[in-house]
T-cell receptor
Framework: QQQVKQSPQSLIVQKGGISIINCAYENTAFDYFPWYQQFPGKGPALLIAIRPDVSEKKEGRFTISFNKSAKQFSLHIMDSQPGDSATYFC??????????????FGQGTILTVHP | NAGVTQTPKFQVLKTGQSMTLQCAQD?????MYWYRQDPGMGLRLIYY???????DKGEVPNGYNVSRLNKREFSLRLESAAPSQTSVYFC?????????FGPGTRLTVT
């Protein structure tokens, strides 16, 4: 049962362009939505995260847009660079009052930025 | 400060063999996790340990066992490996929501 659906599976963008990756979730109890970046041969690393009380969060060239009513969130990478080429995973968690969150991951998007 | 370390990095097993994947973290985190990563499937949670002394099943626990040896170490055991367990295994730790991942173990079962 896939609770977080991510698209597209792969994305090719020219240097300087905008990369957009989308995720949709089903469980309305999710209250934490991170994006992870993974380079080949490495473990995923947290890129940016958002809580459902805000609609947008920006950190440098990376922005998360969140639509609670549609149960969707997306990652925008502005001015994409070849060094951004990696696999990106969205995720969601329901802490439920605990001090940790079990993450449910999307299927991943392989981003290639051409010079 | 090494973060999360995993051993071994690579392993080839024959069907039916057993092995233990080791994970250690030096960030004094309470929670630890084991995931498997398969193409097109994302990362799926196998087991997790919310705190020392507790373990719980995740999304895909069948065929695996875990031990939270102490606050630093969380091991994953395959008692009788099957080809379906060919995957990349990641350990992670967290204090709150943000999880820190190890470099992974690439396991092939023939």
């Amino acid at each position: 049962q896939q609770q977080v659906k991510q698209s597209p599976q792969s994305l090719i963008v020219q240097k300087g362009g905008i990369s957009i990756i989308n995720c949709a979730y089903e469980n309305t109890a999710f209250d934490y939505f991170p994006w992870y970046q993974q380079f080949p041969g490495k473990g995923p690393a947290l890129l940016i995260a958002i809580r459902p009380d805000v609609s947008e969060k920006k950190e440098g060239r990376f922005t998360i847009s969140f639509n609670k009513s549609a149960k969707q969130f997306s990652l925008h990478i502005m001015d994409s660079q070849p060094g951004d080429s990696a696999t990106y995973f969205c995720a969601a968690a329901n802490a439920g009052g605990t001090s940790y969150g079990k993450l449910t991951f999307g299927q991943g998007t392989i981003l290639t930025v051409h010079p | 400060n090494a973060g999360v370390t995993q051993t071994p990095k690579f392993q080839v097993l024959k069907t039916g063999q057993s092995m233990t994947l080791q994970c250690a973290q030096d960030m004094n985190h309470n929670s630890m996790y084991w995931y498997r990563q398969d193409p097109g499937m994302g990362l799926r949670l196998i087991y997790y340990s919310a705190s020392e002394g507790t373990t719980d099943k995740g999304e895909v626990p069948n065929g695996y066992n875990v031990s939270r040896l102490n606050k630093r170490e969380f091991s994953l055991r395959l008692e009788s490996a099957a080809p379906s367990q060919t995957s990349v295994y990641f350990c992670a730790s967290s204090e709150f929501y943000e999880q820190y991942f190890g470099p992974g173990t690439r396991l092939t079962v023939t």
